[in-house]
């Protein structure tokens, strides 16, 4: 039984969940502050915000792919910046400005900066897959 006002989408799920889900994306902790689940968006939103800065101020790479990459070498390119782009517009935010790209391999925390930036990039798309659960009413 569908409420009135609420249109499903051909996988079940209401069309707005589908909302939440890609704002999540976009924002971390943006898809559960418009459900208002403050604390939960607070949590996080704030824990990918953090670790995504971290791994900026720490030296680490985000990943693209390249057009001098040639092969292997570019599909290897692939996974990394899978992780990276789920960070949502704090990646697109890097690439406009050029943040993050250069390679900073001589510093010290430059691998530490690496994993920080790839988790929060892989905890936001678990965060946009939580944000349309709730939404879709398969989690409370």
């Not at 569908?2 to 994306?25: L, M, N, Q, T």
């Not at 990646?91 to 993050?100: E, S």
Request: glycine share 16%; net charge positive; charged share 15%.
């Amino acid at each position: 039984m569908v409420a009135k006002g609420i249109e499903r989408s051909e996988s079940g799920a209401p069309a707005r969940a589908w909302i939440f889900a890609v704002s999540a994306w976009a924002v971390p902790g943006l898809g559960h502050f418009l459900q208002k689940r403050w604390i939960r968006g607070l949590l996080l939103g704030g824990v990918v915000w953090g670790m995504f800065v971290a791994g900026i101020l720490l030296g680490g790479h985000l990943f693209k792919m390249g057009g001098s990459d040639q092969g292997l070498s570019g599909l290897l390119q692939l996974l990394p910046m899978s992780a990276n782009f789920g960070a949502g517009l704090l990646y697109v935010f890097c690439w406009v400005t050029n943040t993050g790209f250069a390679e900073q391999a001589q510093r010290v925390t430059y691998e530490y900066g690496n994993t920080f930036l790839l988790v929060a990039g892989l905890l936001n798309y678990l965060a946009m897959l939580d944000a349309f659960d709730v939404a879709a009413g398969r989690k409370e």
